[in-house]
């Protein structure tokens, strides 16, 4: 029985540029439909859309939508209000910005259930709690949204979104931004509350390994349109569509490490698309005929459908071959942690975030620190950066111990150590171009001349495969791949011995994490770089590390090989991190697996 | 909660302190001689030396300044200088001299408020809410318009317009001996529309754009998403996280009317705190200079004290941490 | 509009030696009525006229204007009848926390002067009409023959405003008030050099003899100015005063308006008026604001712009315009004890670079009339003979050279302490470059004029209310005076000064007095250039004023009993 039917659906901005164009797309009663794609593919404008809502600067211009009796589509302001929350409700991306700061989780489920009466009302509210896998009791209502930890935030727009009990519930990125412990947790409970809730759910996100473990059917999005659509098996195992290929290879899994392909190129922008296939400029079957016309959407058989003239040469999937790594325990190491500490805060608020931790990098050795936020890697990579003053222990770099503090160290000592951080939307000057940002750090750390420095630039935007042309535009301007690449220009250009990584590609697409990935392995080995990689997602460690220390509140407390570690994990909380990382679940079918 | 109070106000009297040793310096080495300014040009030299030994004028700085120090924390706030001469012993104390001005000025402030808060908030969502439309323009341009404006020009022109050209209301504040403000009620109604118009403005302009800050917002959004009446977005949601900011810009205007009210009292030469202040830094009166200065250094660090307090309890983050 | 003219132009007194010394009591009132004529019409026409009316005194410095009644009673005032009753509302810029009511402190503000006057008198008055003083709680000064003895006759009429009589007691309690130095009276100098108050001795119930530390020919030139009005015996404290003048105090605020009530007993006869209300309002819109908004009926001294404005409308002017011509004299001060103005020929100089014509109409924007660097003009003693000293840039250069002090650079400190005083002092350095001379400008806060280097700067400005001749030059020119902003210490000058004062034959003193003012014309670093006129608003409904020359400042010298309202 469908449940949602949209057809023919258009939005466009108000100059008329679409945004997503001729969506066709029916979901079932009790359906979960993973709707995938990158940044900027429309797949959020989609699920908005089913709410009956378009973005300040965008309007539906054609086709319809019903769910169920009801059309969602020209109704008044006022019937749009009796319908979301009851029919359709929403869970947005960032829980925190989602709460309103102000108002207890209590009122605000309450505000959601204000239409029925009193007496049904905190009923209501407790069985939503409950499903959601959150404490009902008076005590948790009363706190409001910071009291509370990511994942109960995220458990807590669930609730406030299911306690009207909607027929259909539209997700968007519920995960983006939670740990992979959390993360797995929050699948598996979706999955539980789908059978207890019996609405449908549309599960937009750009990571098909979060898709894999939950949904029944998948819709994939390209530049506003969907290019396949099919149930989720069927598609992950016999992907018909060279996007869909690419975005599975993007996924990295600790199961089966292999060296990450990211897709080519960047997605096409609103207001870009070309005449034909959009996908074509990256697409590595594309042929004349797919820049001339649109392809139409082909059922390939049920209800697998592709939006591509070449699907019948689509390869299956790869079975890659298993990332080898070199021995570089005869090396001697460029830079030695020993029994370092550190804390946060002072006197009875101090929190301890590093115990004796001690570590050794070689060169062309990339180790990764592993852990849950609130394990203490970032400050162990700020202590050995000198952004952050241990509290004991020592630092050694080329034998010679660092200084504390990062203006203690000599230039050359900072030159050789460089950082790279999470947020390349807060570490690039917005008003500097790229050109000056790159030359100002070559004159900092290497003095440098002018004209070499702006050699330089050139240099490291072509290691890092941004165009020359970059050089003049703003961090604004760019993607956040992008702008990750120039963060990576940036401490490329200081010729550095040691590159920290600080979850770099965790604000990323999967997509475009893989690319940086597979840049970034290509810099270790072209330069010999020795690298502290932080990260807490396992398949990420697995694509890149050699070897891998787990941080569990400030303690080591499993460390070795990578390859040996994922296969046999000691400690149980090593054990916990791997269960929980996300795995595209082609065991299931049977494909592509290594065990 | 109790020890952020104990803290700030320990902080506050420290502040005080450097308050009072700036004003003092201020007022005793920067410029003239007190005794040659309360006893004008005609007096001799033997007249000056005579006042000069009773002021302490003769001592040094810094014994003038433990002097009045010791006697200040005593509760002794001493005598007005401008008055020592004369035996006008009725007026003499500062805290006689004070008291009286500081009421009508406290009048007036207070007033200004009552009216400043619940309209500012009120035009500031009407404008928010109806943002780009001719009501948001015409609000924007009025206030625009009364912030770019000095006060004192504000004050003429309601003067030209309510006092001389139509005869309303009076153009000047005068009571006469033993009246107080609220005797003549008329007087305080061109001050305050002159404060309100310097103050209202930057008020409504920030509820505004909090309001609309808030309005944009992702729990706004996701609450309209779940189908919750605009009343409630509007005031439980939108409102109500723009009130912490708005107190910040109300409280900080509460603040500028500490030194406003003393612009406004010379151009309606309103017998409050401010002419007196004026009159009293003219005269090197530095007892009742002193004395004021720390009157006002005080309100503006309790308002700002009152203000976080108030941001605290309205922000759960701040409250509750 | 002959009266118009003769109170608009001045009268030299060129007899300074009088026919008696023993004045005639005269009643306050009689003698202002007489100088009634065209009052009213006055106001609007106030230096509207520039030709001067020759007229002979009648009498020199002692003499009673009994004999007035050669002033015509003229037009307006003639034709209406003044009407009692009512309160007369003034405001003044006031003086803030520091308004007195004690009339031995009343210089710091004129709000305070002018209090003082309503509430007290002198033994003389203040200067009044045409420069000469006439006799008021004193019914005769007489001196013995060499000047150093004084009996002081008072008038037995007089009562204090709580009913007990005045007579000597009070007189000799105020002379020890005024004597002693904690009390910070304005003329505590004048014990210091001339009232031997020690030896004072009363005769009888209305007689007192003060002896002189040193000989005084005119004791009334030395007693008629501000803060010289007689207290109570046993007056500790004024929140209360109790006076003889023209009005009894009724309530005050300081710093804000005082109300008094008319004094129907009054011995120079009652005020029309039956309240006086005076106002505090320091600022110089606001006060003109509550004038045209009805809440006052007089502004003092409104700025000289908006008074031309004013003045401009004619029978438009929705406010009478008010000019006390003389009240005021503005001048630069050279301190001669300084380098480079102890050299007498860079004084000399100095004095020829100012243009007075072009001073006068740029920076009083045409009120006042020039001067003759020379304190006075048309008062008693004042000698006329001299000639009026024009600018002589030549003459200027070549006395700039031969001190060696060509191309010479000095800096004038200057305030906004008075309207005009920036714009003045600028203008004087225009001029100066004439003569090779750079004049730099430090301009130092109003309020701070007086009270940081004054009377020592080495070249300032000064502006002084109008006092008789022997006042000023005793005050600024005797060792311990207060005014000596010149800085001139030559004790030959101080003895010539004293001899002046002390000549008792009519004929020698005026000889004595023109040798004098000739060496101050020579020597002295006074460039007193101009009149700066006091300027007051009123409303129209306000009858009665008597714009006079000689009058101290505001209102006709602050004297409304002859003020009527219609």
């Known amino acids: 029985m469908t449940l949602l039917d949209i057809r023919g659906l258009t939005v466009a901005t108000t100059f008329g540029a679409p945004i997503i164009e001729g969506i066709d797309l029916q979901i079932a009663e009790r359906e979960i439909l993973g709707l995938v794609g990158e940044s900027g593919s429309g797949k959020t404008t989609l699920g908005l859309a089913a709410l009956g809502y378009a973005r300040p600067g965008s309007s539906v211009t054609t086709g319809s939508i019903r769910i169920g009796q009801e059309a969602i589509l020209g109704r008044t302001a006022r019937d749009l209000r009796r319908l979301r929350g009851r029919v359709v409700s929403y869970v947005p991306q960032d829980p925190a910005a989602a709460m309103n700061p102000a108002r207890r989780i209590g009122d605000q489920l309450a505000d959601r259930v204000a239409h029925r009466p009193r007496a049904e009302r905190s009923n209501l509210i407790i069985r939503a709690l409950q499903r959601a896998q959150l404490p009902a009791e008076p005590a948790f209502l009363a706190r409001f949204p910071h009291q509370i930890s990511g994942g109960q935030q995220q458990r807590a727009l669930i609730a406030m979104a299911i306690v009207a009990e909607p027929s259909l519930v539209v997700l968007d990125e519920p995960t983006t931004g939670l740990d992979v412990v959390t993360q797995a947790a929050l699948l598996s409970e979706l999955n539980a509350l789908h059978d207890q809730i019996g609405a449908s759910l549309i599960y937009v996100t750009h990571d098909l390994a979060a898709v894999s473990t939950i949904a029944d059917s998948v819709a994939v999005m390209y530049a506003g349109r969907i290019v396949e659509r099919g149930q989720l098996r069927e598609v992950l195992s016999r992907p018909r569509h060279p996007y869909t290929i690419g975005l599975m290879e993007s996924v990295p899994d600790h199961g089966r490490p292999t060296k990450l392909r990211g897709l080519p190129g960047v997605a096409l922008g609103v207001g870009q698309w070309p005449v034909g296939c959009p996908f074509e400029p990256r697409c590595r079957q594309a042929q004349l005929d797919c820049t001339l016309a649109m392809p139409n959407f082909e059922t390939i058989h049920l209800d697998h459908a592709v939006r591509c003239f070449h699907w019948r040469q689509t390869p299956p999937i790869a079975v890659h071959e298993p990332l080898r790594r070199e021995q570089l325990a005869d090396r001697e190491a460029i830079l030695t942690v020993d029994r370092l500490c550190a804390v946060h805060g002072r006197g009875a608020d101090q929190i301890v975030a590093a115990q004796y931790v001690s570590l050794t990098v070689r060169p062309g050795e990339c180790v990764a620190l592993v852990g849950e936020s609130g394990s203490g890697k970032t400050t162990i990579a700020r202590c050995i950066a000198g952004l952050h003053k241990p509290a004991a222990g020592t630092i050694v770099l080329h034998g010679q111990k660092l200084a504390a503090l990062a203006g203690d160290r000599s230039r050359k000592q900072r030159q050789h150590l460089q950082f790279v951080f999470q947020n390349p939307y807060e570490s690039l000057n917005p008003r500097h171009t790229v050109g000056a940002i790159l030359s100002h750090a070559a004159a900092m750390l290497r003095n440098l001349p002018e004209s070499t420095a702006r050699n330089e630039a050139a240099r490291v935007l072509d290691e890092v495969r941004l165009p020359a042309s970059s050089v003049k535009r703003y961090p604004g301007e760019l993607s956040g791949g992008e702008r990750q690449r120039v963060a990576i220009a940036r401490a490329l250009i200081a010729d550095p011995g040691v590159l920290i990584c600080d979850e770099i590609t965790s604000a990323l697409d999967v997509s475009v994490q893989a690319a940086v990935l597979d840049l970034l392995g290509n810099l270790q080995a072209a330069h010999g770089l020795a690298m502290v990689f932080i990260t807490h997602d396992l398949g990420v460690v697995a694509s890149i590390a050699d070897r891998m220390l787990v941080l569990n509140r400030g303690v080591i407390c499993e460390q070795g090989n990578v390859s040996d570690l994922i296969v046999r994990p000691t400690d149980e909380y090593t054990k916990r991190l791997l269960e929980a990382a996300p795995r595209l679940e082609l065991a299931a079918t049977g494909i592509g697996s290594t065990t | 909660m109790l020890r952020f109070l104990l803290r700030r106000i320990a902080w506050a009297i420290v502040t005080l302190w450097i308050v009072s040793v700036i004003v003092f310096a201020a007022t005793s080495v920067l410029s003239g001689n007190a005794a040659r300014a309360v006893l004008g040009k005609n007096a001799a030299p033997a007249t000056l030396h005579a006042l000069e030994s009773e002021l302490h004028l003769d001592r040094s700085v810094f014994y003038q300044y433990w002097y009045w120090l010791s006697h200040f924390v005593r509760g002794d706030f001493g005598h007005s200088a401008a008055s020592v001469i004369g035996s006008d012993t009725a007026h003499n104390s500062i805290i006689t001299l004070i008291a009286g001005p500081a009421a009508n000025s406290a009048i007036l402030a207070v007033i200004t408020v009552i009216i400043m808060i619940p309209v500012s908030l009120l035009m500031g969502v009407l404008a928010a809410t109806r943002a780009g439309g001719w009501m948001d323009h015409v609000t924007a341009i009025v206030s625009l318009t009364a912030i770019s404006l000095p006060e004192f020009v504000t004050g003429t022109i309601l003067v030209a317009i309510f006092a001389t050209a139509l005869s309303w209301l009076p153009p000047v504040s005068l009571i006469g001996p033993g009246q107080g403000v609220l005797d003549v009620p008329q007087i305080l109604v061109l001050p305050i529309l002159t404060l309100l118009a310097a103050t209202v403005a930057e008020c409504v302009r920030m509820v505004r754009s909090s309001v609309i800050e808030a309005l944009d917002s992702d729990y706004v959004a996701t609450a309209r998403l779940a189908g919750l009446s605009e009343s409630r977005i509007m005031f439980s949601y939108a409102l109500r996280n723009a009130l912490a900011p708005s107190v910040q810009v109300i409280a900080l205007n509460m603040q500028w009317l500490v030194g406003g009210i003393v612009v406004v009292e010379t151009v309606f030469s309103y017998p409050g705190l401010g002419r007196l202040f004026v009159s009293a830094v003219n005269l090197r009166d530095i007892p009742t200079t002193q004395s004021i200065a720390l009157l006002l250094a005080a309100i503006y660090i309790a308002l700002n004290i009152l203000a976080d307090l108030i941001i605290t309890f309205l922000v759960p983050e701040l409250r509750l941490a | ?544 004023t008597t714009p006079v020359r000689w009058q101290l400042a505001s209102f006709g010298g602050y004297d409304f009993s002859n003020y009527w309202l219609s």
Request: charged share 15%; net charge negative.
């Open chain 3, 1 to 544: 509009m002959q009266p118009d003219a003769r109170f608009e132009g001045y009268a030299p007194a060129t007899d300074v030696a009088g026919t008696s010394r023993t004045p005639t009591p005269v009643s306050r009132r009689n003698f202002l009525a007489a100088g009634l004529g065209g009052a009213a019409t006055l106001m609007l026409a106030a230096c509207g006229g520039t030709n001067p009316t020759p007229e002979s005194s009648v009498g020199g410095a002692h003499t009673n204007a009994a004999g007035s009644g050669s002033r015509s009673p003229g037009g307006a005032a003639a034709s209406a009848t003044p009407t009692s009753g009512g309160t007369l509302r003034i405001a003044f810029v006031g003086g803030g926390n520091a308004e007195t009511l004690n009339p031995t402190i009343a210089s710091l503000a004129d709000i305070d002067i002018c209090r003082s006057y309503q509430l007290f008198d002198g033994l003389v008055s203040k200067l009044t009409l045409d420069g000469k003083i006439q006799m008021a709680l004193a019914e005769s000064l007489e001196p013995n023959t060499d000047g150093t003895l004084w009996t002081i006759k008072l008038r037995k009429d007089v009562v204090w405003h709580d009913g007990s009589p005045f007579g000597a007691d009070d007189v000799i309690y105020w002379l020890n008030f005024l004597n002693d130095v904690k009390n910070g009276c304005d003329n505590n100098f004048m014990c210091q050099l001339f009232f031997d108050v020690k030896n004072v001795k009363k005769v009888d119930a209305a007689t007192v003899q003060l002896p002189m530390m040193l000989p005084v020919a005119d004791l009334a030139s030395l007693l008629a100015f501000e803060s010289y009005g007689v207290i109570k015996n046993g007056t500790k404290d004024f929140s209360h005063p109790v006076g003889t003048g023209p009005f009894k105090f009724t309530s005050w605020t300081p710093g804000q308006q005082s109300v008094f009530s008319a004094n129907k007993n009054y011995w120079g006869g009652a005020p029309h008026i039956d309240t006086l209300q005076l106002t505090s309002i320091p600022d110089d819109t606001a006060r003109l604001n509550a004038l045209l908004g009805g809440q006052i009926d007089g502004a003092a001294t409104l700025p000289y712009a908006q008074a031309k404005a004013y003045q401009g409308k004619g029978e438009n002017s929705p406010i009478a315009v008010l000019v006390s011509n003389g009240s005021s004299q503005t001048y630069f001060t050279l301190g001669m004890s300084q380098a480079p103005f102890n050299d007498p020929r860079v004084v000399e100089a100095f004095k020829l670079m100012v243009d007075r014509e072009q001073m006068l109409s740029q920076v009083n924007v045409g009120f006042g009339e020039i001067l003759n660097d020379l304190w006075g003009k048309g008062l008693d003693y004042y000698d006329t003979s001299i000639p009026q000293r024009t600018q002589d840039i030549d003459k200027a250069k070549s006395l700039l050279k031969q001190a060696g002090h060509e191309g010479l650079t000095t800096t004038i400190t200057t305030s906004t302490e008075k309207s005009g005083q920036i714009q003045a002092a600028t203008l004087l350095a225009q001029q100066a470059k004439a003569a090779g001379v750079t004049i730099n400008l430090r301009q130092v806060p109003a309020d701070t004029y007086y009270s940081t280097g004054w009377p020592n700067y080495p070249f300032g400005q000064t502006s002084y209310e109008t006092a008789p001749i022997p006042y000023f030059y005793a005050a600024a020119l005797l060792p311990g005076g207060p005014f000596n902003d010149i800085q001139w210490t030559d004790p030959a000058v101080a003895n010539q000064l004293k001899d002046a004062l002390g000549e008792m034959d009519p004929s020698k003193s005026k000889d004595k007095w023109s040798a004098m003012q000739q060496t101050i014309w020579d020597k002295s670093g006074w460039i007193c250039w101009g009149s700066s006129p006091w300027v007051d608003g009123l409303s129209k409904k306000v009858h009665g």
